[in-house]
């Protein structure tokens, strides 16, 4: 059974860092997309950051040179290092997994960029 367990979030000020990690179990991690995700209030859920089992990532425009997604095969963990927060990464940041059509879902962690 897929478990993602997520930690990490919390308030932060604008310009700020924090840095996420999702711990995954019950898969054969290195064969898996890893991604981050996150939706806001009203919104949809949107992409944020993922990296494959070969370690090519992909991110979302507005995160571009500020997210670093990575991931630790032997812990079986994927992190993202959040820099320069806006208001607007306000979110809950969902990790995924992803093979072959089938997604899995942590259970989401809130992350608040607030003054």
């Known amino acids: 059974q897929v478990q993602l367990v997520e930690s990490g979030g919390g308030l932060v000020q604008p310009g700020g860092s924090l840095r996420l990690s999702c711990a995954a179990s019950?898969?054969?991690?290195?064969?898996?997309?890893m991604g981050w995700y996150r939706q806001a209030p009203g919104k949809e859920r949107e992409l944020v950051a993922s990296?494959?089992?070969?370690?090519?990532?992909n991110y979302a425009d507005s995160v571009k040179g500020r997210f670093t997604i990575s991931r630790d095969y032997a812990k079986k963990s994927v992190s993202l290092q959040m820099n320069i927060l806006k208001p607007e990464d306000t979110a809950v940041y969902y990790c995924n997994a992803y093979l072959r059509g089938y997604n899995s879902w942590g259970q989401g962690t809130q992350v608040t960029v607030s003054s």
């Open positions: 990296i494959t089992g070969g370690g090519t990532t």
């Open positions: 019950g898969i054969p991690f290195s064969l898996y997309r």
